[in-house]
């Protein structure tokens, strides 16, 4: 039985330490919420507007979405062999 890969594991590493950075200590339960949210799917098409709205949040403007397509995909935030 082949292990489904979770969407945490796809994301780029430096928008888990932005993450980390802007989140983890003053906003330690929406840290969490995040992390558990990018954990609980395969793809960034199985977060929902909430989980997404959430995520931008806490991101520095740079790393944000630079346009709808990079936004509807995700690549703004995974890793280049996962990106469309």
Known sequence: MKKMTKLIDKIKPDVLRALERSAKINYSSSYRYMITSLESVGKYRDLTIDQIDTLLIYLPDELHPSGRTDFYYG????????QV
């Open 75 to 82: 690549d703004y935030i995974l890793q280049k062999q996962y």
